[in-house]
């Protein structure tokens, strides 16, 4: 590459200042490390009166006007953080198809058109580098493709989305309601523009795709995910956890069995020791299983303008310091077939269950009775008359490990009962 090396920007929102500001703060330093200037010399933005906090020193060309800033073809890599399914789709389309590098931070899209986008970057021999899309500054994607692919990994379990750490965090730690949380979140800047991605499990589960296809080189369709958000969490429950010694997390994990690989995104019950309960706030974190290294742990700020732009930035760098060698997926073979799905209804665990009881004889009877009649073993109960309302009284069952379609019909059928007054609450224990 040239001496100076021009990025195109779409998009100058929170990642794009955080990119600038570390490109000038530590111009010095990446010069160091790859000999280069890098300078932005031109910018896609919606608004062009918009106050920027952060200018560029190279005075890039600000334009709203998506033709010409693909029409200028003086730069050497597009850097995508619109966001967003159809616009950046067809920027970075375009931009493979003159032959250019692209970095983009956008999982959505990289978890819906990634197979087509990454098989057009292959066929071009271009880069299409996404460090940046899963777990903010964390290097997870460089992980997975370089530092582990000896590798065959057994599990992922990751803390993927700040939003909903931060405000189950929060109701845990503060006992504030879940609107109150997220309305906290949000005035902190972490949520997505449209909170329902956070809280419905949506990021969490387009970040699962991705580390699915870089550690096993298959397609996991977004669409066969199991993916349950965390709306409906209530204090009550988070407040029996701690009881009992768990902590509530929305978890995205995928585990490899010796027929397919199981996925999902789903609130579920740690236990106090279990690493990943110990990362809290808006923080992300990834527990990988290798075959050769057990257990491996990556934490660190999974949204926010610098950790985000360190991970673009280092992107461009490899980009840079690489440039004939391109790795967009760390296979040589094809990695775009699609992987064996497993029904997630069939995955054995421990279980909570909250039912909303009246209180009167016979009820915890018949709930038992049901689990029984569902093979379902009862590790411990829990009447709390005390905390009795108008709702009743809350019953809480422990159990022991149990298959989830197991749990969903006894759950099913225990709701057909008159002594039960709310919806029963239930959340896998991850062990
Ligand atoms: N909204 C995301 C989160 C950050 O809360 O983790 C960007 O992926």
């Not at 100076?4 to 779409?10: E, F, N, Q, S, T």
């Not at 200018?55 to 709203?64: G, H, K, M, V």
């Not at 693909?70 to 067809?90: A, F, H, R, S, T």
């Not at 799905?341 to 009820?363: A, I, N, S, T």
Request: charge should be neutral; glycine fraction near 8%; hydrophobic fraction near 45%.
């Amino acid at each position: 590459m040239k001496e100076v090396v021009k990025i195109a920007l779409a998009g100058f929102g929170t990642v794009g200042t955080g990119l600038v500001k570390i490109l000038m703060e530590n111009k010095d330093w990446i010069k160091r490390r790859t000999g280069k200037e890098i300078i932005v010399s031109q910018i896609l933005v919606k608004n062009l009166n918009k106050p920027r906090p952060i200018i560029p020193q190279s005075e890039p060309i600000f334009t709203n006007n998506v033709d010409e800033f693909l029409q200028n073809k003086d730069w050497d890599i597009l850097v995508e953080l619109i966001g967003g399914l159809e616009l950046p789709y067809q920027i970075i389309s375009k931009a493979i198809l003159f032959g250019k590098h692209v970095v983009t931070a956008n999982k959505a899209l990289l978890a819906i058109k990634g197979k087509e986008l990454l098989q057009l970057a292959n066929a071009k021999n271009v880069g299409l580098y996404f460090e940046a899309s899963v777990g903010g500054g964390i290097p997870i994607v460089q992980t997975l493709k370089e530092s582990l692919c000896a590798n065959k990994v057994t599990s992922i379990s990751g803390i993927l989305n700040g939003t909903a750490n931060y405000i189950l965090t929060e109701m845990s730690q503060q006992g504030l309601s879940f609107d109150l949380a997220l309305k906290q979140a949000q005035e902190k800047g972490y949520a997505e523009a449209d909170p329902a991605l956070d809280i419905d499990g949506i990021d969490a589960a387009h970040k699962l795709v991705i580390l699915i296809f870089l550690a096993y080189g298959e397609i996991y369709p977004f669409e066969k995910l199991w993916i349950k958000g965390i709306k409906q969490v209530d204090l009550l429950d988070i407040n029996f956890a701690k009881e009992l010694g768990y902590i509530l997390k929305l978890i995205a994990q995928v585990q490899r069995e010796s027929n397919g690989l199981r996925a999902g995104v789903f609130p579920a019950f740690f236990p106090n020791n279990h690493i990943l309960s110990k990362v809290d706030g808006a923080f992300n974190a990834i527990l990988v299983q290798g075959n050769a290294t057990g257990p491996v742990v990556l934490c660190g700020q999974g949204a926010g303008d610098l950790p985000t732009g360190s991970s673009v930035l280092a992107d461009i760098i490899s980009l840079i310091k690489h440039n004939s060698q391109i790795n967009n997926t760390g296979f040589k073979d094809d990695p775009f077939q699609q992987a064996k799905c497993l029904d997630f209804m069939d995955w054995e665990c421990k279980h909570y269950f909250r039912f909303q009881v009246k209180d009167k004889p016979g009820v915890l009877s018949s709930l038992s009775g049901v689990m029984g009649e569902y093979n379902i073993s009862i590790a411990q109960a829990i009447q709390k008359t005390q905390t009795k309302t108008k709702q009743g009284v809350p019953i809480v069952f422990l159990s022991h490990r149990a298959k989830l379609k197991q749990v969903t019909a006894a759950i099913n059928k225990i709701n057909e009962f008159d002594f039960i007054l709310e919806p029963t609450i239930h959340y896998p224990i991850i062990e």
